[in-house]
């Protein structure tokens, strides 16, 4: 290599170390723990002392069989789970979903708060739903975002006293499965401009075919429009530690997946499957979509919910094992 070529690649070198240095993505870290995780007055108090807000459907005239912790999608809240909750009330099943840190009403709005922060929360709030319904049985539902969260929490150390999981459209699309290109700009643009926002338009992507739902998200203020690229980098890390994990997992596990999501491709959800134990149960909707408890057809994924908790070798109504 000549002098001339040496003293390129050198500058060259030396401009991408600066301009990757200039600027890091920026972390919503939690502060250090200062009490038990708990509920106090309708919300969630997490070890930090941060206050997480809390919906919840309560059965009030029938036996409390079950209960579900529903954790929303990125970019999302808790009322995600409001049709599903209300459905799930008629067999005996209560719910609760909280905002988890930088979504909904939680503070940090549009702040990545890092896995450990997200996991530890899942786990504390398990710990604090147990100490209200002692000895019902208790499952953790993740949907999209909420999915990843839950696979790392459950394959974690020491992962929460759970009876069962449900994967609605787990985020799992690891960088391991994106193309070069898209890791790429995903790096470079988390190091360089880690403040600008994306809002998806112009991308045509459909994640369900509930248009009157879709419409109604749009209205919601508590529905975050623009997002952050050091965000959508530390969801990626997210769904890294989800898919390189899930092979651990220990639990009941029921997946659900519709075959037209556009959100979560196909090839990452196929290959968690093939690292989860034979024993997880599989449920595929061919008319289903990315928010398949919202679709016009959630009845169906959400009956196979309710069935599958209720005996976890029954014969599902309506998902198939495959398509």
Not at 30 to 55: N, V
Not at 199 to 218: A, Q, V, W, Y
Request: glycine share 8%; charged share 15%.
């Amino acid at each position: 290599m000549s002098r001339m070529n040496r003293t390129f690649t050198s500058i060259t070198l030396t401009i991408a170390i600066l301009v990757l240095s200039a600027c890091s993505p920026q972390i919503n870290y939690p502060g250090q723990q200062i009490c038990d995780p708990h509920i106090d007055k309708g919300s969630f108090i997490a070890m930090d002392g941060l206050t997480l807000p809390i919906r919840k459907w309560i059965p009030q005239d029938i036996p409390l069989k079950a209960i579900v912790i529903a954790l929303h999608g990125f970019n999302d809240y808790s009322n995600f789970f409001t049709s599903a909750g209300n459905y799930l009330i008629s067999h005996g099943i209560a719910s609760y979903a909280y905002d988890q840190r930088g979504f909904g009403g939680a503070p940090g709005r549009g702040l990545w708060a890092g896995v450990e922060a997200y996991t530890n929360d899942l786990a504390g709030f398990v710990k604090a739903i147990r100490s209200i319904h002692p000895g019902v049985p208790l499952y953790v539902l993740g949907e999209s975002m909420g999915g990843a969260v839950t696979i790392v929490t459950m394959t974690g150390m020491t992962p929460p006293d759970v009876d069962g999981i449900i994967l609605v459209a787990p985020a799992v699309w690891g960088r391991d499965t994106m193309p070069w290109y898209q890791r790429w700009l995903l790096n470079v643009s988390a190091h360089t401009l880690p403040w600008m926002q994306l809002t998806g338009k112009g991308m045509k992507l459909i994640p369900s075919d509930n248009r009157e739902m879709l419409r109604s998200l749009g209205r919601d203020a508590q529905v975050i429009k623009a997002t952050r690229i050091d965000t959508v980098y530390g969801l990626s890390d997210l769904m890294d530690a989800a898919l390189l994990q899930a092979e651990k997992l220990q639990v009941p596990t029921l997946v659900q997946y519709g075959e037209n999501d556009q959100i979560i491709p196909k090839k990452p959800i196929f290959i968690m499957l093939g690292k989860m134990p034979d024993s997880a149960r599989k449920a595929f909707y061919v008319s289903g979509y990315h928010m398949l408890l919202r679709d016009l057809q959630g009845d169906k994924p959400l009956a196979d919910i309710a069935a599958w908790i209720a005996d976890h070798h029954v014969t599902l109504p309506y998902g198939t094992d495959s398509w």
